[in-house]
């Protein structure tokens, strides 16, 4: 049975959702998925294997065996095509399918013949990206490889999902951490003021040994706790580093993913920081889904030789800390009847500078998630003149 186009769209947008919902930072996945990868190889005897997700606007290779590729535009993408069913998509030449048979990668003397695809289909049912096999030759694999090759799959999917979990555990342990940490710095104190009356006591002559020796009992219980505390405030910094930003590790992120692709299309891409709120740490949930959307749709939208730029700061107002995100770039703006349909699934033509297809997916997502965060998000555009997206978002002490 056909799909309609809303329903194609539709579905579309619940698949970039949930693979937006994982909150990854894809530039950290390589080392953790190694072995899965490299096995993957292995067992089919191919020259190169490559864990992709695939959002609404590029493949990211997070984690690949033999091939120095980090992200690619979706348009020059073969596993697009490999989420589109819950089936094994295999290719043993490439040259002779009409889908790719023009590709620089396929036409060169020494490209691609051969891939071998496996849906990454989280428990939810949306296929967030594939596990890819490819090879300079021509060739097939056995069905019981591709069998073991789903079995990878699927322990790969697990542990994306299991680092989903975790880090939603984390977020309500968050909360009962700030009571954790409140009391630990209302027990220093009385803790300190016993460890000084224990140690001024036994300076001074007793003339009971049972009373020094209670003394002894309260300095050395005291320690004990008071080292407790000092390692519940060690343990709060440590997790501060792994989910808390400041402006120029979010900076170092957002660069990390997004000069390439910009560099790619003669993009001038800036970001920008207020070094004087620096210092401040703030959770990092969603940030780099919301802000990497906002940039990536820049890309696509802003023509060779344009700008993007990308204004990071933290302000206080009515005695409360906010993050404050602009992405302001010169590309075509957003025609006035989609601004006010931000919120619809709409269809409507949507296509890059450089003809690059999409969905125009991306601003309906990033409302939610800001919404999600109890943020506020404000655009101005005008078309032919470029667009200027500000998030706001409140910051708990």
């Known amino acids: 049975m056909m799909r309609t186009d809303a329903e194609h769209k539709q579905r579309e947008y619940e698949r970039i959702k949930r693979l937006s919902e994982f909150d990854l930072d894809y530039g950290n996945f390589n080392e953790e998925l190694k072995s899965l990868v490299e096995l993957a190889a292995h067992i089919t005897g191919t020259k190169i294997s490559l864990i992709n997700l695939i959002d609404q606007h590029s493949q990211w290779s997070v984690s690949r065996y033999n091939l120095d590729v980090f992200q690619m535009d979706l348009e020059s993408?073969?596993?697009?095509?490999?989420?589109?069913?819950?089936h094994v998509m295999e290719i043993p030449h490439l040259g002779r399918d009409e889908r790719f048979s023009d590709r620089p990668f396929v036409k060169a003397d020494d490209g691609f013949r051969y891939y071998l695809g496996i849906p990454l289909k989280v428990k939810t049912g949306e296929n967030i990206g594939a596990l890819c096999v490819m090879d300079y030759q021509e060739k097939s694999v056995s069905e019981e490889k591709k069998k073991l090759l789903r079995y990878i799959a699927n322990e790969i999917v697990e542990k994306l999902e299991n680092k989903l979990k975790m880090d939603e555990l984390q977020e309500a342990l968050d909360k009962a951490r700030v009571q954790r940490n409140q009391l630990a710095h209302d027990v220093r104190g009385p803790v300190g003021g016993i460890l000084?009356?224990?140690?001024?006591?036994?300076?001074?002559?007793?003339?009971?040994?049972?009373f020094r020796q209670y003394m002894e009992m309260i300095k050395a219980s005291a320690g004990k706790l008071?080292?407790?505390?000092?390692?519940?405030?060690?343990?709060?910094?440590?997790?501060?580093?792994?989910?808390?930003?400041n402006l120029s590790k979010f900076k170092q992120h957002l660069g990390s993913l997004y000069e390439i692709p910009a560099r790619n299309k003669d993009i001038k891409l800036e970001i920008v920081l207020n070094k004087e709120e620096d210092h401040q740490k703030f959770p990092r949930r969603k940030l780099l889904p919301i802000v990497g959307n906002l940039v990536a749709n820049a890309i696509k939208?802003?023509?060779?030789?344009?700008?993007?730029?990308v204004e990071l700061d933290i302000l206080a107002k009515d005695g409360k800390r906010n993050l404050m995100i602009t992405v302001s770039d010169s590309g075509k703006g957003i025609p006035k009847e989609r601004l006010?349909?931000?919120k619809k699934l709409a269809c409507f033509e949507d296509h890059g500078t450089d003809y690059e297809k999409g969905y125009g997916l991306g601003l309906q997502l990033v409302t939610e998630m800001v919404e999600d965060i109890h943020g506020t998000l404000h655009i101005d555009s005008e078309e032919g003149k470029g667009t200027s997206v500000c998030i706001v978002v409140p910051l708990k002490d």
């Open 226 to 245: 008071l080292e407790l505390t000092d390692d519940i405030l060690e343990r709060q910094k440590t997790l501060q580093q792994e989910n808390y930003f």
């Open 301 to 309: 939208f802003t023509p060779s030789r344009g700008t993007i730029r």
């Open 77 to 86: 993408s073969i596993c697009q095509y490999t989420i589109q069913s819950d």
């Open 340 to 342: 006010e349909n931000i």
């Open 196 to 210: 000084g009356l224990a140690a001024s006591t036994e300076n001074t002559p007793l003339e009971e040994e049972e």
